[in-house]
């Protein structure tokens, strides 16, 4: 019979990765960590369309952001790497939330997108300096919002692109394969 761990996580806490390390240590068969392999190269390049751009602006604006409050889980890929632990991850690549993503989302997105650099530069401009710095702050809002949005979308869809369910099916495909199982 599998044995399989369940973490929720607190991806900025440095007291969650201390848990994740503990658990790590019985030495599970198979880890699935959130997001994307970040060794794993794509592919090729994603293409994006002109209209999917924000997309692309979106998650550079993330990484930037979240880069100074994430603790770096590196250290959780390095340890199953040295205890031969098979790792997998929820998604191929970060594009995957686009293209599972319908043209009416996309383009929602794009909506958001834009609303919020055109308002936080429109008001940044036509405000006072004091005044233009809450403003300013629209700028990324914008794209992080767009991304949000698309995500939590894609998590509450009843069709064959819901994010849980594709999740499900490769956990599912790895239990048939293991005994100890962590999934983070």
């Given amino acids: 019979m599998t044995k399989v761990t369940l973490?929720?996580?607190?991806?900025s806490s440095k007291e969650d990765l201390q848990q994740e390390i503990e658990l790590?240590?019985?030495n599970p068969d198979v880890l699935f960590l959130e997001g994307s392999d970040p060794w794993k190269k794509p592919k090729n390049i994603p293409?994006?369309?002109?209209?999917?751009?924000?997309?692309?602006?979106?998650?550079?604006?993330?990484?930037i952001m979240s880069s100074k409050i994430y603790t770096d889980k590196?250290?959780?890929y390095h340890i199953a790497e040295v205890q031969n632990?098979?790792?997998?991850?929820t998604r191929e690549t970060d594009q995957d939330i686009l293209e599972n993503a319908s043209t009416k989302e996309k383009f929602g997105?794009?909506?958001?997108?834009?609303i919020g650099i055109t308002l936080g530069i429109?008001?940044?401009?036509v405000s006072s300096f004091p005044v233009s710095l809450p403003y300013s702050l629209l700028i990324p809002l914008g794209p992080l919002a767009a991304l949000v949005g698309l995500r939590k979308i894609e998590s509450i869809k009843s069709n064959p692109r819901n994010r849980n369910k594709i999740i499900a099916e490769k956990i599912v495909g790895e239990l048939d394969e293991a005994e100890r199982f962590l999934l983070l």
């Fill in 7 to 11: 973490k929720g996580e607190l991806h």
């Fill in 24 to 26: 790590l240590k019985e």
């Fill in 47 to 63: 293409q994006y369309r002109l209209w999917e751009s924000w997309y692309s602006l979106a998650f550079k604006l993330f990484y």
């Fill in 74 to 76: 590196m250290v959780l």
């Fill in 85 to 89: 632990t098979k790792i997998k991850y």
């Fill in 109 to 114: 997105g794009l909506l958001v997108t834009s």
């Fill in 122 to 125: 429109f008001l940044s401009l």
